[in-house]
């Protein structure tokens, strides 16, 4: 992570070259519908929406080792942990405003597998949801959606998801398959891995023809997808070190317009 910073550090341009490369990103997303963008990159545009935003990146970190299961998982499965937040956003604003504690609902169209039920996890953290790092990446996500549908109010949620590989086991980022969310947009973000393998993000079209692949590996790597234009999923998790727990920490954020 060090290294990333530093290298973002050297990428620091004056503040209107933000826009920029905002607009780079937004014309990219437009075009394919999906984007992935590196950790160098990521940090660059936090850090010029805010100085502080990855100040405490190793506390938002930390964060995941205090999740709980999922209890949810209609295939049985005990390899996801999870918490949950719910925020919103007016038209063409670049912030988030925290809303109250609700539940996470997928109707069965979007998720066969868990959908259909109102599913109430754990409220993220406190220190996390108010945090610099949280809300940096809520006021890029609104600065960027909002240039492209800049008359949409959002409704955004958040995730916080842990994925561990057992011993002979593996685990399953997205146990119902490729699949679209039923939301506008989703921001999918690295923040940890420890000794897994695979993990690939997967990408098609609507006739479910694969467009991409590619692995989200160091920490703020960013996978951007247009959900109404695309499907995508990510291949199951298994442990490098046989002898050693293993676990991919990601971040997701979507952004579903409000009617």
């Keep these: 992570m060090d290294a990333v910073l530093e290298q973002a550090d ?149 995730h916080q998801f842990r994925i561990e590989a057992g011993r002979g086991m593996e685990g399953r980022p997205t146990p119902e398959g490729v699949h679209r969310d039923g939301v506008n947009f989703v921001m999918m973000l690295m923040v940890k891995r420890h000794n897994v393998v695979n993990g690939a993000t997967t990408i098609y079209d609507l006739n479910k023809q694969r467009l991409d692949q590619f692995t989200l590996t160091e920490p703020l790597d960013l996978a951007i997808v247009d959900d109404e234009q695309i499907y995508h999923g990510v291949t199951p998790i298994v442990r490098l070190d046989p002898a050693h727990e293993a676990h991919r920490d990601v971040l997701v954020i979507t952004f579903r317009r409000r009617d």
């Design 10 to 158: 050297h990428q620091l341009a004056p503040l209107h070259d933000q826009h920029t490369a905002l607009d780079v990103l937004g014309r990219q997303l437009a075009h394919q519908a999906f984007c992935f963008v590196p950790a160098a990159q990521v940090a660059t545009l936090l850090m010029q929406l805010s100085p502080a935003a990855l100040a405490e990146f190793g506390t938002f970190q930390r964060s995941w080792e205090r999740l709980a299961e999922d209890g949810y998982m209609a295939d049985g499965g005990r390899y996801r942990q999870r918490r949950h937040a719910t925020f919103s956003a007016a038209p063409s604003a670049h912030y988030a405003q925290l809303e109250s504690h609700q539940p996470h609902y997928q109707t069965l169209d979007y998720n066969p597998l868990n959908g259909g039920v109102a599913r109430h996890y754990l409220p993220i953290e406190d220190g996390i949801q108010h945090g610099a790092t949280l809300t940096t990446l809520l006021n890029l996500g609104c600065t960027l959606f909002g240039k492209l549908r800049p008359d949409a109010a959002w409704h955004i949620e958040v």
